[in-house]
């Protein structure tokens, strides 16, 4: 079950992705997309999307804010907020997702847009079944 995360840090996170759009490097599809991603300690962490002229190699916001709490030594993830500023919400693509499984199999997702539409649903739902580090362990090999 995912934690109960108050609403002032939901706004907070929400507010955070809001402004990490803002340097979002996205010459190719001018689609910016911020995140924010509430860690296990506490500590909240931004990223946006990096995009790059060999197409392929584009980053999502959501894995840049989680790559930064990783290599600030977080090992868990419990919410991530996205923005886009869009009429309609923006959901984790499936790379994040299974990025976001890795580190918070039932994470807080919460997507916001400049518009009153939001969304607010955990990863599980998102990513059912979903292949994790579990199904690596020593444990389930014949
Ligand atoms: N993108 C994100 O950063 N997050 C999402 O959830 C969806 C897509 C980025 C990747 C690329 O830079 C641009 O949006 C268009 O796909």
Do not use: H, W
């Not at 001018?30 to 500590?43: E, T």
């Not at 847009?113 to 599980?124: G, I, K, P, Q």
């Amino acid at each position: 079950m995912p934690a109960k995360i108050p609403a002032p840090l939901c706004r907070r996170l929400e507010k955070a992705a809001r402004a990490a759009a803002k340097a979002s490097y996205s010459p190719y599809s001018k689609f910016r997309v911020g995140a924010a991603v509430l860690a296990g300690s506490g500590k909240v962490y931004t990223g946006t999307n990096v995009e790059n002229a060999s197409y392929g190699l584009c980053n999502c916001a959501e894995r840049t804010a989680i790559f930064s709490a990783i290599a600030a030594g977080e090992r868990s993830v419990k919410a991530v907020a996205v923005y886009t500023p869009t009429k309609t919400t923006t959901s984790p693509c499936g790379a994040c997702r299974q990025v976001i499984n890795e580190f918070g199999p039932t994470a807080l997702i919460l997507s916001v847009c400049n518009s009153a539409e939001r969304s607010e649903t955990t990863l599980d739902r998102l990513l059912p079944a979903a292949f994790g580090p579990r199904d690596l362990s020593r444990r389930r090999k014949a």
